[in-house]
Antibody
Framework: QVQLQESGPGLVKPSQTLSLTCTVS??????????WSWIRQHPGKGLELIGY???????YYNPSLKSRVTISVDTSKNHFSLKLSSVTAADTAVYYC???????????????WGQGTLVTVSS | DIQMTQSPSSLSASVGDRVTITCRAS??????LNWYQQKPGKAPKLLIA??SLQSGVPSRFSGSGFGTDFTVTISSLQPEDFATYYC?????????FGQGTKLEIK
């Protein structure tokens, strides 16, 4: 059973960089076939894809956040990370990591999710 | 970006009811539509991917649709089904979600 676990600071000051890591257990990021993703949910709101990374290091970023986002992967530690720069209060949200199935027959769903971590941007 | 619109935004129903939630895409997304269930304080859970019920999801859930119009149906509501449901398109990036449908107990 694949499990994902987010970790990182729950409070970030405005203009600073939000940094989160997602550790994967029960499966290897290097096995291929999946996009390792970050998704956020503003309080009481819907879900927004931030971006994702393949084990090879290729990335996709949502254009709405692209100028501020970096996603990286460390296959030796079986984890991937998110950095979001120049944060404001509008970046306060629950951040989820999730696995996206990279097979056309599957419909490319997000099949496993971390439990989520609330990041608050405040001075 | 492809806009996903769910209806209704909220719904009150009773245990045993048959319930249908609709999701409409702003352009054709073929069969690339997924459904999730989210309970308060929890991560979304994948229920249906491209009309295929995921392993372990009760058979009272079913999904259908193609192109721009999709539905998820719960044939007989159980107490554990009261939650918020989201649709999500995976036809083109950025993958986008509907705004959610909150299913409440009547």
């Amino acid at each position: 059973q694949v499990q994902l676990q987010e970790s990182g600071p729950g409070l970030v000051k405005p203009s600073q960089t939000l940094s989160l890591t997602c550790t994967v257990s029960g499966g290897s990021i290097s096995s291929g076939g999946y996009y390792w993703s970050w998704i956020r949910q503003h309080p009481g709101k819907g879900l927004e894809l931030i971006g994702y990374i393949y084990y090879s290091g290729s990335t996709y970023y949502n254009p709405s956040l692209k100028s501020r986002v970096t996603i990286s992967v460390d296959t030796s530690k079986n984890h991937f990370s998110l950095k979001l720069s120049s944060v404001t209060a509008a970046d306060t949200a629950v951040y989820y990591c999730a696995r996206c199935v990279n097979y056309d027959s599957s419909g490319y769903p997000f099949d496993y999710w971390g439990q989520g971590t609330l990041v608050t941007v405040s001075s | 970006d492809i806009q996903m619109t769910q209806s209704p935004s909220s719904l009150s129903a009773s245990v045993g009811d048959r319930v249908t939630i609709t999701c409409r895409a702003s352009q054709s997304i073929s069969r690339y539509l997924n459904w999730y269930q989210q309970k308060p304080g929890k991560a979304p859970k994948l229920l249906i991917a491209a009309s295929s019920l995921q392993s372990g999801v009760p058979s009272r859930f079913s999904g259908s649709g193609f192109g721009t119009d999709f539905t998820v149906t719960i044939s007989s509501l159980q107490p554990e089904d009261f939650a918020t449901y989201y649709c999500q398109q995976s036809f083109s990036t950025p993958y986008t979600f509907g705004q959610g449908t909150k299913l409440e107990i009547k």
